[in-house]
């Protein structure tokens, strides 16, 4: 199991600057993200001249002035909707292809500090406040193989994973009752079934795991991580309503690939449709029952399949049932890692 190590100082700073500031029109942001066993801390988005700005592979999500999130009606915006506009940040992360990078979040406000179904978020950083709404990872190739010049707004975005509503699972009772009216109650309601990615990531501590894709050809590339929070439903005569999408893009260099490149993919803008079902889903008439998960198809290595081939002759070389093992709860949790490449570990601290 990899830890990361104790909060740095710099670290202090940014959450200090962020409990100064609960009036700023923000819901959190990236904190910083745990690649190859080393820690990065993400910007200081209040004051520019925090010397961890000069440290970071994260870019900014926001400056302190501006929107935490992208609104529908701006979902054709190639540059909002890849970076939220974000400039190259001076570092970048190492991480092996075919390993897990964890990304930290921070809220802003301090609605579920301290409040059961959180997870073990780490004394003074606020968990994230929204539990209904998707996750969603995606990457893209640096331009001339160098992240910090790259404007992502003219990339091409791959997808490497979503988590919607699971059907089969429900919310923690404690998360259920830390969000009743804190800040909204959370939907499926008691007694349905449905787990929001979003709410899996506050019981996770405000943290998800992505695996950089198996056999990548080495080189740098920016990891797009992407929460979809579902709890203000569209309404036309308010143009702040709409399901909002938080956006933080992280500069990562992948080593020890192999010879896989990614495919064609799609403009940041091109993503969700500004009027389309995840644009105006609205979970309170719907009860998490009727969701469809948005966007375009779930990549997966060519590396990662053929490993899965051999893994599936082997188990029936060595005398096993093929329908056994696709049917076996071994082969459901791997399919179910590959499709959203999380990975829920009880007691990873930040």
């Not at 780490?122 to 929204?130: I, T």
Request: with cysteine; glycine share 10%.
């Amino acid at each position: 199991m990899i830890s990361s190590s104790q909060p740095t100082r710099l670290g202090a700073l940014v959450l200090a600057s962020l409990s100064a500031l609960p009036s700023v029109a923000a819901h959190g942001q990236i904190k910083g993200v745990l690649a190859n066993g080393v820690y990065t801390d993400g910007p200081n988005i209040y004051w520019d001249a925090d010397p961890v700005n000069e440290q970071t592979a994260i870019r900014k999500m926001y400056q302190a002035a501006s929107p935490s999130y992208v609104l529908p009606q701006d979902f054709s915006d190639d540059s909002k909707m890849a970076c939220e506009t974000a400039a190259g940040a001076p570092q970048i992360v190492t991480v092996s292809a075919g390993s897990q990078m964890r990304i930290d979040w921070v809220g802003a406000t301090g609605e579920l500090e301290n409040k059961p179904g959180t997870g073990n978020v780490p004394p003074g950083q606020y968990p994230w406040v929204h539990a209904m709404g998707t996750v969603a990872s995606y990457i893209s190739h640096c331009t001339n193989d160098d992240c910090s010049t790259t404007d992502p707004s003219q990339s091409s975005w791959i997808k490497l994973a979503l988590f919607g509503i699971d059907k089969t699972e429900t919310i923690s009772n404690d998360l259920r009752e830390t969000m009743q009216n804190k800040p909204e109650e959370y939907y499926p309601t008691a007694g349905t079934s449905g787990l929001w990615g979003m709410a899996r990531f506050v019981e996770a501590g405000s943290s998800w795991t992505v695996t950089i894709p198996e056999g990548l050809t080495d080189g740098q590339y920016i990891l797009r991580q992407e929460l979809g929070a579902v709890h203000n439903p569209w309404n036309a005569q308010d143009d702040t309503s709409g399901t909002q999408l938080y956006i933080g893009c992280i500069q990562m260099q992948v080593t020890d690939g192999g010879t896989v490149e990614l495919p064609e993919g799609t403009k940041a803008g091109s993503l969700y449709e500004t009027d389309g079902a995840f644009a105006r889903y609205n979970v309170y008439d719907d009860n998490g029952q009727s969701f469809v998960d948005p966007g375009p198809t779930i990549w997966t290595s060519p590396a990662l399949k053929k490993r899965e081939v051999h893994e599936r002759w082997n188990h029936t070389s060595a005398g096993g049932d093929w329908e056994e093992y696709e049917a076996g709860s071994w082969f459901e949790r791997r399919m179910m890692k590959v499709k959203r490449s999380v990975s829920h570990a009880t007691g990873m601290k930040h």
